[in-house]
């Protein structure tokens, strides 16, 4: 069985803050993928990032970043300089070969200005 | 990404009737669908996966009965939540499987059962 825990339920920073958002998972299998998704107040899933589990390369694309660390089963998103367009919900998901995506319970954010 | 879409965006429906929502492939030839549901404040849920020209795998705990899936396209999956009920009011998301593992979700249908 896959798990995926967001142990965060809400987080509420002030512009210009860093925010980390936690992320582990639980899986047997080898090989898998882990996603994060954003979903703000309108309810469309944006698709920011998939890393396969024999890449653990940490990466950056703009003020995002993401560290991986299958020592820790954790996948963790760290938004920098946050902004009043970053509120949202983040959800990080876990699948393997079945496409079948197992949702962690998502964390809130919310940036005040 | 692929393109999906979902019609109709929002629905109010009394009790008792039936809803089907759409979900369609725009741009891509989608073998495989995936139907989502989610409550208010709670986390995305898969219902079933449906495959185009044979029957959905639904997922434990989830009516086949109830919640009735059609993929006879390419481009089309179809959801018709039968004798919907309250509790059945939500937020459902269809995606599409493409590329190495990836899914393109449609913008959900918000279904609200008076």
């Known amino acids: 069985a896959q798990k995926v825990t967001q142990a965060q339920t809400e987080i509420s920073v002030v512009e210009k803050e860093d925010v980390t958002l936690d992320c582990v998972y639980e899986?047997?299998?080898?090989?898998?993928?882990l996603f994060w998704y954003k979903q703000p107040p309108s309810g469309e899933l944006v698709f920011l990032i998939r890393?396969?589990?024999?890449?653990?390369q940490n990466e950056i694309s703009g003020r995002y970043s993401w560290n991986f660390q299958k020592s820790t089963s954790s996948f963790n998103f760290t938004i920098t300089a946050s902004q009043v367009v970053d509120s949202a919900v983040y959800f990080c998901?876990?699948?393997?070969?079945?496409?079948?995506?197992?949702f962690g319970a998502g964390t809130t954010v919310t940036v005040r200005a | 990404g692929a393109v999906v879409s979902q019609h109709p965006s929002w629905v109010i429906c009394k009790s008792g009737t039936s809803v089907k929502i759409e979900c369609r492939s725009l741009?891509?030839?989608?073998?495989?669908m995936f139907w989502y549901r989610q409550f208010p404040k709670q986390s995305l849920m898969l219902m079933a996966t449906?495959?185009?020209?044979?029957?959905?795998?639904?997922e434990q705990g989830v009516e086949k009965d109830k919640f009735l899936i059609n993929h006879a396209s390419l481009t089309l999956s179809t959801l018709t939540v039968t004798s919907a009920h309250p509790e059945d009011s939500s937020f459902y998301i269809c995606?599409?499987?493409?590329?190495?593992?990836?899914?393109?979700f449609g913008p959900g249908t918000r279904l609200t059962v008076l």
């Open positions: 998901a876990l699948s393997s070969n079945d496409y079948k995506l197992s």
């Open positions: 899986t047997r299998d080898t090989t898998y993928y």
């Open positions: 890393r396969n589990s024999f890449d653990e």
């Open positions: 741009d891509f030839q989608a073998t495989t």
């Open positions: 449906s495959n185009e020209g044979s029957k959905a795998t639904y």
């Open positions: 995606s599409e499987a493409g590329g190495i593992n990836e899914q393109f």
